[in-house]
């Protein structure tokens, strides 16, 4: 029988490595070519010593409405989605059902931390939800005062997908809500610095001023005087221009909520009246003037019975002569 043989207790050599055939990782593309890799680590932390990558604003914005829309609001809608370059427009939804959960899923499935819901009632009256998700707050508004860039055919003409500028009034610092609005408006209407879709130069201003209780809303662009030559003359920038884009429409504040598309009521504007109100009002007005008709038409019997005319003596003197 043969014999076995014996086990070396040496270890086997290990197994050669194979070498990294893997493309190397693409450098990061921006709007002027690509972005070379840091060399190492520290190149990543700041000067200051804070540990972790820099702030990236990465906000994007729901954009979206209900159904039975009218035309008018709905143009009003696409003229803000064609402003906002970091904005993402979905199908239409049906506001009666369960409208904050729907809403809320939709925003988490499209990856967004904000929400613009334009909200049509009686194919009358628009209201305007602005949210942040998941956390909230949450704006309602009444939307006044709504003119399209169609139908306005106004001389401005900025390029689209540049970032704005926004301007606010100075009565945006006096009160709390009109704090609280500004910093929500400021981070929905604001592009992100290095969106992919956006341009990195600002060539149009968004005005947002205070006035009656009402946010008015306006769209500039900025011209500035040139020549063929220079493009730009020495000075140019002091007689810079601005030239309305639209669209336009005035916010009217109902109520603001400690959620998303509700919660806690942190503020009521005791100005609001509702627009059912109003035409309630109207109709009334109209029907006081039919009851007033009809008043003065029975005073008029009611005198006519009480107080008889006299026979006329002169009556019957010409009968009979024919």
Not at 79 to 90: C, E, I
Not at 228 to 246: A, N, S
């Amino acid at each position: 029988m043969a014999k076995k043989r014996k086990r070396s207790s040496a270890a086997p050599a290990p197994a050669a490595e194979k070498p990294d055939d893997s493309a190397p990782e693409r450098p990061q593309r921006t709007l002027f070519g690509f972005k070379d890799q840091p060399d190492s680590a520290a190149e990543l932390v700041p000067k200051d010593g804070a540990a972790g990558a820099p702030f990236r604003n990465k906000e994007k914005v729901l954009i979206t409405c209900s159904r039975r829309i009218i035309y008018r609001y709905r143009h009003l809608m696409l003229n803000v989605v064609s402003l906002l370059p970091h904005a993402k427009k979905d199908s239409k939804v049906e506001s009666k059902q369960s409208k904050g959960g729907q809403l809320n899923e939709l925003v988490e499935l499209r990856s967004c931390s904000s929400c613009l819901f334009f909200e049509c009632r009686k194919q009358k009256d628009l209201y305007l939800w602005m949210v942040k998700s998941p956390a909230g707050p949450s704006v309602k508004f009444l939307v006044n005062a709504v003119h399209t860039m169609e139908e306005l055919k106004l001389t401005g003409n900025h390029l689209k997908g540049s970032r704005p500028l926004l301007t606010f009034s100075s009565n945006f610092d006096q009160q709390p809500h009109w704090k609280l609005l500004k910093e929500m408006i400021t981070q929905i209407f604001a592009t992100p610095k290095d969106h992919r879709k956006a341009k990195p130069f600002h060539d149009h201003v968004f005005v947002f001023s205070i006035v009656d209780e009402h946010i008015w809303f306006r769209n500039y662009q900025i011209s500035v005087p040139h020549n063929e030559i220079d493009k730009v003359d020495k000075g140019g920038l002091d007689k810079m221009t601005l030239v309305e884009v639209g669209p336009r429409f005035c916010l009217n504040p109902i109520k603001i909520f400690g959620g998303s598309f509700g919660g806690p009521t942190l503020y009521e504007n005791p100005f609001y009246v509702s627009p059912n109100q109003i035409r309630a009002l109207e109709k009334r007005k109209k029907a006081g003037k039919y009851a007033h008709k009809v008043k003065a038409k029975v005073r008029r019997k009611e005198h006519e019975r009480v107080n008889h005319l006299e026979p006329d003596e002169f009556a019957d003197i010409w009968k009979g002569e024919d």
